[in-house]
């Protein structure tokens, strides 16, 4: 008899043993999981910022151009196409800016993101030289106050 109590026993702390084991494994998976995809996010939210950013300055500066090729002739032909390049490259950064919404969850963000956009499409509107700078450096303060924002946003998530 106590042969067989001691193989129930045994049996027992090896189907425990198996268990915990299974329990441990799986709970260890879900944390593997879940830091990759923490990682991925990360590694988009990183590239849509910058994506954005760089997109946005080549806006501004296609905006600055089509500023000062209409100043010099509205009906040369590289008047209309640097606003063509205004065009696409405002079509580049709203695009850009759909990404970064798409993977951020940061209200801020969005909001500094938009400001920054619309700074932007504003600089050709420029009365006089002097707007124009005004305009300008709105717009890169922007843009700097959303990278900043967006940094930190960053080294938050990979704290």
């Known amino acids: 008899m106590e042969s067989v109590i001691t193989s129930l026993v045994a049996i027992a702390g090896t189907l425990l043993g198996a268990t915990a084991t299974y ?7 879900r944390q593997a999981r879940q830091s ?3 990682e ?32 010099e002739d509205p009906q040369s032909a590289a008047y209309l196409t640097a606003r063509d390049d205004s065009y696409r490259q405002r079509a580049n950064a709203t695009a850009a800016l759909f990404r970064l919404r ?14 920054a956009l619309r700074s932007t499409e504003e600089i050709h509107e420029a009365a ?17 106050d959303f990278t900043q924002a967006a940094a930190a946003n960053v080294q938050r998530i990979d704290a």
């Open 40 to 71: 991925r996010l990360w590694q988009e939210r990183l590239a849509a910022y910058s994506a954005f950013a760089g997109a946005l300055t080549d806006f501004r500066k296609s905006q600055n151009d089509r500023w000062h090729r209409e100043q």
């Open 102 to 115: 798409l993977v951020t969850t940061n209200r801020e963000l969005e909001e500094l993101a938009s400001l």
């Open 128 to 144: 006089d030289e002097q707007d124009r700078t005004d305009r300008g450096r709105k717009a890169r303060r922007a843009l700097l």
């Open 23 to 29: 329990v441990f494994q799986l709970r260890t998976a």
């Open 36 to 38: 990759a995809r923490e």
